[in-house]
């Protein structure tokens, strides 16, 4: 299973960017996905997360700010993200909790490269 990110870039405060991530691979389920974001020197941190069933939930510090969607016939995930302050500034990564031929009893997690988003101060 590989996920690929991509959407990442430089933007001013106030902007606007929209990450995208597919998964790919012998995928039998895809149950949840969800955007993790890492600035230097900080941990990892979970953005957003969606479940199949549309169920979605944000930390504190992107609601209201970021919307994050799904296209599961694509086993793809969106992340909108308006109102960037420098704050957000990070490399973003897409997590998959996913069902393979080689695990049916629970999915596992699948991360992605990252792309980097920068909001300049």
């Known amino acids: 299973v590989q996920l690929v990110e991509s959407g990442g870039g430089l933007v001013q405060p106030g902007g606007s960017l929209r990450l995208s991530c597919v998964a790919s691979?012998?995928?039998?389920?895809?149950?949840?996905m969800a955007w993790y974001r890492q600035a230097p020197w900080n941990q990892r941190e979970l953005v957003a997360r969606?479940?199949?069933?549309?169920?979605?939930n944000y930390a504190d510090s992107v609601n209201g700010r970021f919307t994050i969607s799904s296209d599961n016939a694509q086993n793809t995930v969106y992340l909108h993200m308006n109102s960037l302050k420098p704050a957000d500034t990070a490399e973003y990564y897409c997590?998959?909790?996913?069902?393979?031929?080689?695990?049916?009893?629970?999915?596992?997690?699948?991360w992605g490269q990252g792309t980097k988003v920068t909001v300049l101060s």
């Open positions: 997590k998959g909790d996913i069902v393979t031929p080689f695990e049916l009893r629970s999915p596992e997690e699948y």
């Open positions: 691979g012998s995928i039998i389920s895809v149950v949840a």
């Open positions: 969606i479940v199949r069933a549309g169920d979605t």
